[in-house]
């Protein structure tokens, strides 16, 4: 037998006898109720061995039910009755290793599992309202029904959440189609969730009913596919929700007003404090007597926050602002386009950047910037995804900047953050990987990646924060020509076993002040042919036995 059979067949026996960590593909339900427990079905491969479930957010508690079959269990979540509303990111473990993450939603409201059959009139459960209904479209041309009763006047709101936990078809997401239908069947209401391009795949229709009834709300995929990966939720009930927010954000140090705008809403507006060490992003509620909002990303940065007048929508009424600030707008009404003149006081450059598809509205930005002789000199559309950013080099002078949606749409969802800033370096560091394992009395690697902004120079250090008893690690020096390199993580016999949300610092000196910023992971994933990358909240280190 030659050398390179020998090596292919040793290659081929420790790669067997190395188990492979687990890995989720779907969690069902995947949500529940605040104050309740619910049995959970985990579904994935190398399952059989589970012995904890983690989140990096809050007031969850998981007991995994361990069973033979290495693809699925259970477990129990318990949610308390003050967990956040919204999404987390979820993972369960072995000896073994961390999986991947899987997002777990916290409802307000009563749950149910959708039974099978429920794709007609005649068979389709009876609900009361306020429910949220667990469901999978688990089959080609499968459809999935409730009826509900409503009186004359009322808005029943019927929110679907699939593509934002995830619901997959195949290499494809489940592309939701929502229909809202009388006792005789009458197609009275619809929506894929793409007319506004406001949750994409995701359905929501504010059902007006117009008389006493019974009416059903059957969901589909768009193109009546159908998988076991194709979880949704959906959320029926005359409750309060926001399609938008005012402002999307606010300074530090200062208090907010926050309006919330969309059915079931009125005069709903909401005072909150915003700390000095308050994080860059929260999430904002409303919580009224017909119940709570969903939750909706609010920003928070150092800049002086300007409001809008409303009377800025031509060249010549361009509102005066200061440079630097951050200007909270809205495109009130489709065809709008807001303007604001600053003056420079001496050649800088200068970042002009938008918020407002990454703080979750449907808005695709465009930035105009004209002259003190209203010359256009610059535009952007999609400089930052969805959002706008223009960089210039400015002489002293007076300017103009204009804001739009590039199809023209507007209304109370079309909200906006506009940053006028001198441009402020900027660092973004990233660890791999996303779950390491660390063995007691061991040692781990973590790759590091940083990428320099703006004009962001000198040395990175990189550097692991507030590690418990046991464990610690080496720093690491990046100078200005390196992007990469690694840490080492050692574990003391005695360490603590479980998992630690690792906190991974990058720190330097950025003109009069030192950044330091928090090392984030992300993941890489295919549909339909096509890599995305979505942030996640990693580094989770495990900690095992020998």
């Known amino acids: 037998m030659g050398l390179r059979v020998l090596l292919t067949l040793l290659l081929f026996v420790i790669a067997r006898s190395a188990k492979a960590v687990p890995h989720v593909s779907y969690l069902y339900p995947t949500g529940g109720q605040r104050g ?51 999404i ?4 369960v473990y072995d000896a073994t290793g961390m999986s991947n993450p899987r997002y777990f939603c916290v409802g307000a409201y009563p749950e149910m599992l959708e039974k099978e059959p429920n794709d007609s009139l005649k068979d389709c459960p009876k609900v009361t309202l306020p429910i949220t209904v667990n469901g999978r479209i688990e089959k080609e041309s499968d459809r999935d029904g409730v009826t509900f009763h409503a009186s004359v006047g009322q808005t029943v709101v019927c929110e679907v959440q699939a593509l934002r936990i995830l619901g997959h078809i195949g290499d494809s997401w489940l592309k939701g189609f929502m229909e809202i239908c009388d006792a005789r069947g009458n197609v009275l209401a619809s929506s894929d969730g793409t007319s506004d391009d406001y949750y994409r795949w995701d359905p929501l229709i504010a059902f007006e009913s117009t008389q006493d009834g019974d009416y059903t709300v059957f969901y589909r995929d768009l193109n009546w596919r159908g998988d ?18 005012f402002p999307l954000g606010g300074q530090r140090g200062k208090t907010a007003a926050i309006l919330f705008s969309g059915p079931n809403l009125k005069e709903a507006t909401q005072q909150i404090s915003l700390p000095k060490d308050a994080p860059d992003q929260i999430d904002v509620t409303y919580t009224g007597s017909q119940g709570s909002t969903n939750a909706r990303p609010f920003q928070i940065c150092d800049l002086p926050d300007v409001v809008q007048t409303g009377t800025n929508h031509t060249l010549k009424q361009a509102q005066s602002v200061p440079f630097s600030c951050v200007v909270n707008g809205r495109l009130a009404a489709a065809g709008v386009r807001d303007y604001y003149k600053f003056h420079i006081e001496k050649k800088q450059k200068v970042a002009l950047e938008t918020y407002s598809r990454r703080l979750g509205t449907p808005m695709d930005s465009e930035l105009q910037l004209y002259n003190s002789k209203g010359e256009i000199i610059q535009n952007d559309d999609d400089g930052r995804g969805r959002d706008s950013r223009i960089e210039a080099e400015l002489e002293p002078g007076d300017y103009t900047i204009r804001v739009r949606d590039m199809e023209d749409r507007g209304g109370a969802a079309f909200a906006y953050r506009l940053f006028l800033a001198e441009t402020q370096p ?46 610690t690690a080496t720093s690491l020096t990046l100078a200005k020509d390196k992007q990469d390199g690694q840490i080492t993580m050692t574990a003391t016999p005695q360490a603590l076993l479980g998992p630690l949300h690792l906190t991974i610092l990058g720190t330097c000196k950025a003109g009069g002040h030192v950044l330091s910023v928090r090392a984030r992971t992300e993941e890489t994933y295919n549909i339909q042919g096509t890599a995305y990358q979505r942030d996640l909240l990693g580094p989770i280190l495990l900690l095992i036995e020998k």
Do not use: W
């Not at 987390?88 to 993972?91: A, K, L, T």
């Not at 076991?228 to 927010?245: C, E, K, S």
């Open 426 to 471: 900027r660092l973004r560091v990233r660890a791999l990987p996303d779950a390491p394992k660390l063995v007691r009395g061991g040692t781990t690697v973590l790759s590091i990646h940083i990428d320099r902004e703006d004009g962001l120079e000198g040395d990175v250090i990189i550097s692991a924060d507030k590690l418990p008893p046991g464990i």
């Open 228 to 245: 076991q990966m194709a979880v949704y939720r959906l959320t029926l009930g005359v409750v309060p929700h926001a399609i938008g927010i």
């Open 88 to 91: 987390q990111q979820v993972r």
């Open 36 to 86: 309740t427990t619910v049995t959970i079905g985990v579904n994935g491969t190398e399952l059989a061995g589970l012995t904890g479930f983690y989140t990096t957010g809050s007031g969850l508690t998981g007991s995994i039910k361990r069973g033979k079959d290495a693809s699925a269990c259970t477990m129990e979540i318990a949610i308390a009755s003050d967990a956040p509303l919204g």
